[in-house]
Nanobody
Framework: QVQLVESGGGLVQAGGSLRLSCAAS?????????MGWYRQAPGKQRELVAA???????NYGDSVKGRFTISRDNAKNTVYLQMNSLIPEDTAVYYC????????????WGQGTQVTVSS
């Protein structure tokens, strides 16, 4: 099993910054591949924010390019999302995603953390 614990959400004014963290705990039977963040705003579909492979290749959603930075600490099985120049449209529940291989390659999700950007 893979368990994910997210932290760092909250309320911030437009133009501000937040940093999200997601720590994955797993047994030695699992290897973690890609890690990433998705978000879902009310009435909208969940969308990719950013993802990072085990080799640190990154991919960003178009709406956050140049403002958000994803990184990971493989020794800690932790992924971070630094969010700068936040805008009200960034308001959403942010979900950590980890792709890990045990017997199978599966996606695991965090419980979600609320990010609210006020104008």
């Amino acid at each position: 099993q893979v368990q994910l614990v997210e932290s760092g959400g909250g309320l911030v004014q437009a133009g501000g910054s937040l940093r999200l963290s997601c720590a994955a705990s797993t047994s030695s039977m699992f290897s973690i591949n890609a890690m990433g963040w998705y978000r879902q705003a009310p009435g909208k579909q969940r969308e990719l924010v950013a993802a990072i492979t085990s080799g640190s290749n990154t991919n960003y959603g178009d709406s956050v390019k140049g403002r958000f930075t994803i990184s990971r600490d493989n020794a800690k099985n932790t992924v971070y999302l630094q969010m700068n120049s936040l805008i009200p449209e960034d308001t959403a529940v942010y979900y950590c995603n980890v792709r890990a291989r045990g017997s199978y390659l599966l996606d695991y999700w965090g419980q979600g953390t609320q990010v609210t950007v006020s104008s």
